[in-house]
């Protein structure tokens, strides 16, 4: 599929790694349907782009929020041809603790945004997709994942995000096998070590030390490489079910 005059749903477009995969869709002569809770970056990206981005203040762990959300987006652009789910929540919290339990509304919550509120984004996205005429590539559309590295190393304290990463993972390969007979596929990308908002909170100790976990590129990866692997996803129709490690190969330690 090319990306030239097609429309793509970008959970948490405003920043990081969504905001690059905005960038590369218009840059791509694409146009954007950005979901984030970020209200004020998403009407400022949209002062940006103009007309080629619709957003929509939405909390992806609220089905009926992300709905009407894309809906009104589909109606905005007319069709869908494809949704990158970018938004999630990375807390760090031990399952053991000195005095009573851990907060099990962060376990509830992290599970709620990153593997309830990607489903619902291809859920909603869906919808449109596949009534979609089949386009010169053979296909309706493409939904792209982003899961994590600690999918597989989740570290110590990582038990919720690990947990929400590894599920995002584990759907891919039923939802590619529902979805062919619509003419449509789905991929996830697992990010080692990226420079994110995130990552820019952390001092500088701490970068230093992830850093030297990675062999080669020994450096955090960058966003636009990030943009760049869901582009060639999306180009490329051989890609399906299945999913990438994006990571340097890095290969996270307990802690």
Known sequence: MQIKEKVFVVSG???GLGKAVVSMIIENSGKVIILDKDAQGGYTTKQTFGNAVFFMETDVANFENVEISIR???EYFGNIH???TCAGLAPAEKIIKKEGFPDINT???TITTNL???F???TASLKYMKENSIGESGERGVLITTSSVAAFEGQIGQSAYAASKGGVISMTLPIAREIAKHKMRIMSIAPGIFDTPLMEKMNQDVRDSLTQQIPFPS???KPKEYADTVKYIIENQMLNGSVIRLDGAVRM???
């Open 13 to 15: 477009g405003v920043s």
């Open 72 to 74: 009104k987006g589909y």
């Open 82 to 84: 494809g949704a990158i």
């Open 107 to 109: 376990f509830n919550r």
């Open 116 to 118: 309830c509120g990607t």
């Open 120 to 122: 619902y984004v291809l």
């Open 219 to 221: 450096r955090f990866g």
């Open 253 to 255: 330690n307990s802690k």
